[in-house]
């Protein structure tokens, strides 16, 4: 539809701002008149004022309007929530609106924060101009955590920590018994939240339906946690696995002894549902072949009697590995007692709005943001 009747009955109420030489003594004034003007103005308002070479020429196209709302047409990437447009006619500015949600795959809507539509009988003809800077309140996301309390195979969380140095750069604001606000130390880049509103989930369960139903931007889950359900949706069916800085699911005994590989593959495959990096350990120099043996999980680890399930150890005899979680462990430098063993991956999903917006690098932060002691 090229144009909306509807878009021809907005009224829309502007103020010209003339100049003259009312003399230089009233120019400081003026000046100081126009900021406060600017500041009380809306941001997408504000945006539109800002220099032509803060703005961006795209692709995108509007497609139909019903005011306030504009919907845009957008390659993947060319547009977030919160970023400010600007919509021209050729070098005539038409309006300013803020991008509000992505609609589905390539198309968005945007909310008219100035200027009018009325004039303009081609939506095919207008241009639209992105600022990289997001409006205030899109600065923050909203993320699930696994709760503390949430059971999960390799370690107890009852003493989460958010100052860590292997963490986001941010510092806890305001905490209550299921939120917890986090304010970035580092000034983050302009498509980067400033804030973390973050919630947390004592079931698996419940931080999927949020997902869905648009209550987070982004979810982080423990290994294997994900259910075959959203594994299997296409929304999430290719999840993003990211790598924790620290801890390793570790197979630890003498170095004449190698883990056997259908273990290992059982353990990637039907405990974890592959959200695990292997780790390669290569022998010494000239040692003899290793012996390969059956794995043991340590009984300090909570999810200890499942995993024994899983690999059939339960009451076997003979030599074996102790598979335990090594919570400081850097997979880059392990142990020699290390024969092998497993990288933990958070698994990181982002809303439909974020999808493909999210950087590796905050990715990467927010799988590391939630710290936890061992279980002992």
């Given at each position: 539809?090229?144009?909306?009747?509807?878009?021809?009955?907005?009224?829309?109420?502007?103020?010209?701002?003339?100049?003259?030489?009312?003399?230089?003594?009233?120019?400081?004034?003026?000046?100081?008149?126009?900021?406060?003007?600017?500041?009380?103005?809306?941001?997408?308002?504000?945006?539109?004022?800002?220099?032509?070479?803060?703005?961006?020429?795209?692709?995108?196209?509007?497609?139909?309007?019903?005011?306030?709302?504009?919907?845009?047409?957008?390659?993947?990437?060319?547009?977030?929530?919160?970023?400010?447009?600007?919509?021209?006619?050729?070098?005539?500015?038409?309006?300013?609106?803020?991008?509000?949600?992505?609609?589905?795959?390539?198309?968005?809507?945007?909310?008219?924060?100035?200027?009018?539509?009325?004039?303009?009988?081609?939506?095919?003809?207008?241009?639209?101009?992105?600022?990289?800077?997001?409006?205030?309140?899109?600065?923050?996301?909203?993320?699930?955590?696994?709760?503390?309390?949430?059971?999960?195979?390799?370690?107890?969380?009852?003493?989460?920590?958010?100052?860590?140095?292997?963490?986001?750069?941010?510092?806890?604001?305001?905490?209550?018994?299921?939120?917890?606000?986090?304010?970035?130390?580092?000034?983050?880049?302009?498509?980067?939240?400033?804030?973390?509103?973050?919630?947390?989930?004592?079931?698996?369960?419940?931080?999927?339906?949020?997902?869905?139903?648009?209550?987070?931007?982004?979810?982080?889950?423990?290994?294997?946690?994900?259910?075959?359900?959203?594994?299997?949706?296409?929304?999430?069916?290719?999840?993003?696995?990211?790598?924790?800085?620290?801890?390793?699911?570790?197979?630890?005994?003498?170095?004449?002894?190698?883990?056997?590989?259908?273990?290992?593959?059982?353990?990637?495959?039907?405990?974890?549902?592959?959200?695990?990096?292997?780790?390669?350990?290569?022998?010494?120099?000239?040692?003899?072949?290793?012996?390969?043996?059956?794995?043991?999980?340590?009984?300090?680890?909570?999810g200890a009697a499942a995993l024994a399930r899983a690999l059939g150890s339960a009451g076997r005899?003979?030599?074996?590995?102790?598979?335990?979680?090594?919570?400081?462990?850097?997979?880059?430098?392990?142990?020699?007692?290390?024969?092998?063993?497993?990288?933990?991956?958070?698994?990181?999903?982002?809303?439909?709005?974020?999808?493909?917006?999210?950087?590796?690098?905050?990715?990467?932060?927010?799988?590391?943001?939630?710290?936890?002691?061992?279980?002992?």
């Open positions: 539809m090229a144009h909306n009747d509807n878009a021809d009955r907005v009224r829309t109420h502007t103020s010209e701002h003339g100049s003259n030489s009312a003399g230089r003594a009233a120019a400081p004034m003026v000046a100081v008149c126009l900021a406060f003007a600017l500041a009380m103005l809306p941001s997408a308002v504000r945006a539109a004022t800002a220099p032509a070479d803060e703005w961006h020429p795209t692709h995108a196209r509007v497609v139909w309007v019903r005011d306030p709302m504009v919907y845009v047409a957008s390659d993947s990437g060319v547009l977030v929530p919160g970023m400010a447009i600007s919509i021209k006619h050729g070098k005539r500015h038409v309006a300013a609106a803020l991008v509000e949600r992505m609609l589905e795959p390539g198309l968005w809507a945007a909310r008219r924060q100035g200027g009018s539509f009325a004039r303009e009988k081609r939506l095919d003809k207008l241009r639209v101009l992105t600022s990289p800077t997001l409006a205030a309140s899109y600065r923050s996301y909203r993320v699930g955590l696994p709760a503390p309390s949430r059971t999960q195979l390799l370690f107890a969380c009852s003493a989460p920590r958010w100052n860590d140095p292997l963490g986001l750069p941010y510092a806890a604001d305001t905490v209550s018994r299921r939120l917890v606000r986090l304010r970035r130390g580092a000034a983050p880049s302009p498509l980067e939240p400033e804030t973390l509103i973050v919630r947390f989930f004592a079931d698996v369960a419940d931080q999927e339906i949020a997902l869905e139903r648009g209550e987070l931007d982004v979810a982080v889950f423990w290994p294997g946690e994900l259910s075959a359900r959203m594994r299997s949706d296409a929304r999430w069916r290719e999840p993003r696995r990211v790598r924790r800085v620290r801890g390793v699911l570790a197979c630890v005994g003498a170095d004449s002894l190698a883990p056997d590989p259908g273990a290992l593959a059982t353990l990637q495959r039907d405990v974890f549902a592959g959200d695990l990096e292997p780790l390669s350990v290569v022998p010494e120099p000239g040692a003899p072949p290793a012996r390969l043996v059956r794995l043991e999980p340590d009984a300090s680890l909570p005899q003979g030599p074996a590995l102790r598979l335990t979680y090594l919570p400081e462990a850097d997979a880059a430098a392990l142990a020699p007692a290390v024969r092998g063993g497993f990288a933990l991956r958070c698994v990181v999903l982002s809303s439909q709005a974020l999808r493909g917006l999210l950087s590796p690098g905050l990715a990467m932060e927010l799988a590391n943001l939630l710290q936890c002691e061992a279980a002992r």
